[in-house]
């Protein structure tokens, strides 16, 4: 049985704003860098991953100053055998943080996160134990001084079923704390794929990108007592094997929120995407409300790429979203009206390019939403961009502006939950990060 809670409004459509006024690249950005396949803001600063650079990968600090946003430092690796440096990427107040899952070794692929201080003090983080595919740095998220990384390729539950590690800042070290090891997972599962972090919550998902028999799962870990506790197994009631459940997440106070790019969405269509929204309420987590790409949108737009919520917006990506171009890719605007989160508007660009991925990466700012373009094909080369939007006053009405940054997607579907009692952002060419 399929649920569409959000649609009443969708019904109507919802404006599409093409009103950009500039997008912006890092300086030497070349075709197939993939700059804007990972972001992340606080405040007045974003660091952008663009993993295809060089041969390692590269990130890049941006600080907003008179409005516009200005280039003030690009990361390299410092370890020699780091690749797809700029796959994951995390910022906070004191802390910018950068994933390379990746590497050049004699163990393939172990993964390594590495965090720098703003007076550029950088800090290499690594578990206490790993092994080969770990791909550790999957994803990043950091809340003041309590950093989550995503290993999908751990094997403490079968090959590849992954896991998280929770470290938190003492003195001049980055310590780690726990490995999150979610209940029901098993082979494949690649928990650790996406991750979030909210105060106290922590959100990750598994989505069987390696093959594995389900159509994807999301659990949220809370800290009890000072240790971090699974709360909740999200999944679906009838996944399917393309759904890729989990591929994006996001948490804050109130909701938790699951990307699904790979679902069949509102028209039973392969690729169509939805999101899922679950709430917290007195008897734990609990399914609150679906939502899908607008009506009279084209099919298959991997809706659900990407997710981004605050008190009041959540913003979806959309990198295959074809109206304005093949792959071009284009976002989605929804505002929480009561209780239920209504479509506000389309996002998309004046001169949309076909294969652009619009969408691929998206992050809500105090006053602006950002969007990543990382324009992913080989056959129509062309350079990755970030695109920001200005967020509406609280009771305006719906009218963006955008200001620099590139697009996000969204996904639909039924869904269950289950609650759990137990202790508990890589970007590949592949639409679902494999």
Known sequence: ???????????????????EIASFTAGGIQPQDWFGSSISGFADRLVV?????????????FERSDGQWIETRQFLPSDPNVISFGGSVAISSEWTVIGAPDAR????????????????QESIVRPASQQDVDR????????QSTLVVGARGTDRRGNQSGSAYVFERQGEQWVEVTELLPSL?????????????????????ATYLSGGVGGGQAFVFEKVDGEWVEQAEL????????????????????????????????????LDGA??????????????????????????SQFGTSVAIDDQWLLV??????????????????????????????????MPLNAQALGVSAYIGDDFLMLGAPSLSTAVPSVGYVQVFAVPEPGASVHLILLSLASFFYCHRNARMEKTHKTLSSLDTNPFGG
């Open 1 to 19: 049985m399929m649920n569409y809670k959000s649609a009443t409004r969708a019904e109507s459509g919802a404006p599409v704003l093409r009103n």
């Open 105 to 120: 070794s004699q163990r393939p692929y172990p993964g390594t996160v590495f965090t720098y201080a703003q007076d550029g």
């Open 235 to 270: 999944s679906l009631i009838t996944p399917g094997f393309t759904d890729a459940y989990g591929r994006s997440v996001a948490i804050n106070d109130r909701f938790a929120v699951v990307g699904a790019p790979g679902n069949l969405g509102r028209r039973n269509d392969y």
């Open 136 to 143: 550790f740095g999957s994803g990043v998220a950091i809340d």
């Open 49 to 61: 991953g663009a993993y295809g650079k060089g041969d390692a990968g590269a990130a890049y600090l």
């Open 185 to 205: 997972t098993n082979r494949d599962s690649n928990f650790g794929v996406s991750i979030d972090i909210s105060g106290e919550r922590i959100i990750g998902g």
């Open 275 to 300: 999101v899922f929204i679950y709430e917290k309420g007195e008897s734990g987590w609990e399914y609150h409300q679906t939502l899908t790409p607008f009506p009279g949108v084209g099919a298959r």
């Open 317 to 350: 990506g959309a990198r295959a979203n074809k109206d304005e171009g093949v792959n071009s890719g284009s976002g989605y605007l929804f505002r929480l009206d009561g209780d239920s989160w209504e479509p506000s508007a389309r996002l998309t660009t004046h």
